[in-house]
């Protein structure tokens, strides 16, 4: 039996492989739009950092920017995730695949394939751009500016798990609607954050630089991340299966 198992899981896989390659190369152009956006934020970021180096004004801000930035960094930027509003093209993929048929377990193996790709190939030009503008005068060795980079992609794993979940489960619009009332609460969170006299950013910052690669911090947010992220698909791949996509 757990051999048997074993073997399903390894096909699941190989099938999901196929699918994120297929994926990938569908549109070219994805990699050039996601390297563009990925270093203007990135960039943004860094402007941020210094910003907040001059003033205490810009604290709250900073973190809400980065709050909601980095889980960016677990896509593509495609002709599907821009005309995911006008055509619901994430449910118009799911319906595809489910004619084929391909089952969704596959669908979600590809997703999280594809996720963890984006955020390996858009942490290089995000955390790269944010380096060369912000990060550079806070003298960060390359194992602090790893740990940094690292902390703040645990967190960009567990809200991917939440945009997945908004994805696989619900249209196009709502899914906009979703999304955009986390700007907001995103914003409240970084004030209140601010009002207890600290900010997270500079945390983060202050524990990379103190603690490397051994930051509690880090470690903390890496496992949480690819523990919800791993939790929030299993979530999304039961109710998926009951799913109308008529």
């Known amino acids: 039996m757990t051999d048997g198992k074993a073997g399903n899981d390894m096909n699941a896989w190989k099938q999901a492989w196929w699918l994120t390659r297929s994926e990938m190369n569908k549109d070219r152009l994805q990699w050039l ?20 180096q001059q003033t205490d004004f810009l604290n709250p801000f ?14 593509l930027f495609s002709r599907r995730s821009f005309r995911y509003i006008q055509e619901d093209s994430y449910t118009q993929m799911l319906t595809y695949y489910r004619r ?28 790269g751009s944010l380096y060369v503008v912000g990060l550079h005068f806070e003298g960060f060795r390359w194992d602090q500016y790893l740990a940094f980079s690292i902390t703040w992609t645990g967190y960009g794993l567990l809200m991917t798990g939440l ?7 619900h249209s196009g619009k709502k899914y906009l609607l ?8 995103t914003v409240v969170i970084s004030i209140l954050i601010r009002m207890t006299g600290s900010h997270g950013l500079q945390l983060v910052i202050d524990m990379s ?14 496992v949480v991340g690819l523990a919800g992220l ?3 698909s299993r979530l999304t791949l039961k109710k998926l299966a009951c799913r109308d996509l008529s």
């Open 33 to 52: 739009w996601t390297v563009i956006f990925m270093i203007y934020t990135g960039g943004m970021g860094g402007v941020m950092l210094l910003g907040q």
């Open 62 to 75: 900073a973190d809400a920017y980065f709050l909601i930035m980095v889980p960016f960094q677990g896509f």
């Open 230 to 232: 791993w939790l929030f």
């Open 163 to 169: 945009y997945i979940y908004g994805e696989f489960l």
């Open 100 to 127: 084929l048929p391909i089952p969704e377990q596959t669908v979600m193996w590809s997703r999280l394939q594809q996720s963890l790709m984006a955020f390996a190939y858009n942490g290089i030009f995000f955390y």
């Open 178 to 185: 979703l999304s955009m009332l986390f700007i907001p609460f």
């Open 209 to 222: 630089q103190s603690w490397s690669l051994l930051s509690p911090i880090m470690w903390i947010a890496l």
